[in-house]
C-alpha cells in the first residue's frame, strides 16, 4: 500500500487521522509499507469574520496534526487568548457569536493576505502546513467559494423561513431549532482543488471517517468531479459510521439527516452513501458494535460491512477503526 485519501470534515475527522498516522507510525498495519496520506478537507464550512478568511476544518485538522489545537474544545489553537475578540465586542462589532482568538487570528490574517495578493486557497494551505507539518497532504475541496446555509423557521420573514450561514447555525443556534432546508451556495460553480481528483483516482484505499456525512463529507461529494473520481478510482472505498445507537457522538448529524429524510442510523448513512455497485459510492462500511444487527441491512444493499468499537476513546482505539477499515476491503 502507497497511498491512503481521506475525505474529512473538522473535528471528526482530525480524530480519525490522528489515529490513522498512529496506526501507521506503530506499524500496525500487518504487512504494509507506511503509506502517504492525504486529506481532502470539507471547505464549505468555510466564513468571513472581521475580513478575514476562517477555514474551520482546515485549520482543525492542521492544528490537530501539528500538535495545537485546543483539546478540551477540539478546534482552536492551544493556550488560547481573547483579548482582540473582547476589544471587539466592547465596540459592539458584530458578529460577537463567532470569536477569533488571538493566536488563531495570526492564522487567518496570513491566509487572508495570501489570498488578497491572488493565491488560491490550495497554496495558501500548503504554505500553511509548512509551519505546522500535519504528516499529511492537505487539501481544499475546492479553490472556488462554496458556502453552506441553513433554513430555519422565522414567522417574522415573509417566506416563514430564514436563511443563515452554516456558522451561525452551529455557534449561535447550537443547532437546537430544526434545519428546514439546506442551500450550497457556489457548489454547482465549483471545482476540485488541484491534486483532489488525482489524489482519488491515484490512491490505493479511499476513506471516509465518521465526518457529518450531510455537511463535511456531503459537501466534498457534491463539488462537480469528486463523485464522478470516487466512482471511477480503482481504490475501494471503505467509510465509517458518524452514528452510535442511533445518535451522532458529537456534532449536528442527525440534524442534517433529518433535514434531508435521511433515516438517522448506521444503516441510514450507508445507504445515503449508497453501493458502488450501484449508483453509490462507497465499498465497505464499518457500524459500531452496539449495531451489530444492522450489518445485514447494510450488507443487503450491496456494501461489505462489519461491526467493530467505534468510540474514538484514544489513539489505540482510533488507530484500531482505522486498521479495522483498511482490513474491511483487503
Known amino acids: 500500500m502507497r497511498s491512503l485519501t481521506v475525505l474529512s470534515g473538522g473535528m471528526g475527522g482530525a480524530r480519525f487521522l490522528q489515529g490513522l498516522l498512529h496506526a501507521i507510525r506503530t506499524d500496525k498495519l500487518a504487512g504494509a509499507d507506511r503509506p502517504d ?38 478546534w482552536g489553537r492551544r493556550d488560547e487568548t481573547w483579548s482582540a475578540r473582547d476589544e471587539l465586542a466592547a465596540y459592539g ?54 458556502e453552506t446555509h441553513v433554513a430555519v423557521t422565522d414567522p417574522t420573514a415573509p417566506s416563514g423561513l430564514r436563511v443563515v450561514h452554516f456558522q451561525e447555525y452551529w455557534v449561535r443556534l447550537r443547532a437546537d431549532v430544526p434545519a428546514e432546508r439546506l442551500v450550497f451556495v457556489g457548489m454547482d460553480e465549483a471545482s476540485p482543488a488541484p491534486g483532489v481528483v488525482e489524489a482519488i483516482m491515484e490512491a490505493d484505499v479511499v476513506l471516509l471517517p465518521p465526518s457529518n456525512p450531510v455537511v ?64 453509490g459510492v462507497v465499498d465497505g462500511w464499518l457500524v ?33 477503526m482505522a486498521v479495522a477499515a483498511l482490513e474491511l476491503v483487503g
Not at 495570501?114 to 500553511?128: F, K, N, W
Not at 442511533?246 to 434531508?260: D, F, N, S, Y
Not at 447494510?298 to 488507530?319: F, K, N, Q, S, Y
Open 216 to 279: 463535511s463529507v456531503g459537501t466534498i461529494l457534491g463539488v462537480p468531479g469528486i463523485r464522478d473520481a470516487l466512482r471511477a478510482t480503482t481504490a475501494p472505498v471503505v467509510g465509517l459510521s458518524p452514528i452510535v445507537g442511533g445518535h451522532h457522538v458529537r456534532g449536528m448529524a442527525e440534524q442534517m439527516l433529518t433535514a434531508i429524510d435521511v433515516e438517522v442510523s448506521a444503516a441510514g448513512v450507508a445507504g445515503h452513501y449508497g453501493a458502488r455497485s450501484g449508483d
Open 288 to 320: 459500531d458494535s452496539s449495531d451489530a444487527a444492522l450489518v445485514p441491512q447494510v450488507e443487503a444493499l450491496g456494501i461489505a460491512c462489519r461491526a467493530v468499537p467505534l468510540m474514538m476513546t484514544d489513539p489505540d482505539a482510533t488507530a484500531a
Open 93 to 146: 462589532v458584530e458578529p460577537t457569536w463567532f470569536g477569533l482568538g488571538d493566536r488563531d487570528i495570526a492564522t487567518h490574517l496570513v491566509r487572508t493576505q495570501m489570498l488578497d495578493a491572488g493565491y488560491p486557497l490550495s497554496a495558501v494551505t500548503e504554505a500553511l502546513c509548512r509551519r505546522w507539518q500535519p504528516g499529511v497532504r492537505l487539501l481544499p475541496m475546492s479553490d472556488d467559494r462554496v
Open 37 to 74: 496520506v492525504t486529506v481532502v478537507a470539507n471547505t464549505a464550512d468555510d466564513i468571513w469574520v472581521h475580513g478575514l478568511k476562517v477555514c474551520p476544518d482546515l485549520d482543525t485538522v492542521m492544528y490537530t496534526l501539528g500538535d495545537g489545537i485546543d483539546l478540551e474544545r477540539g
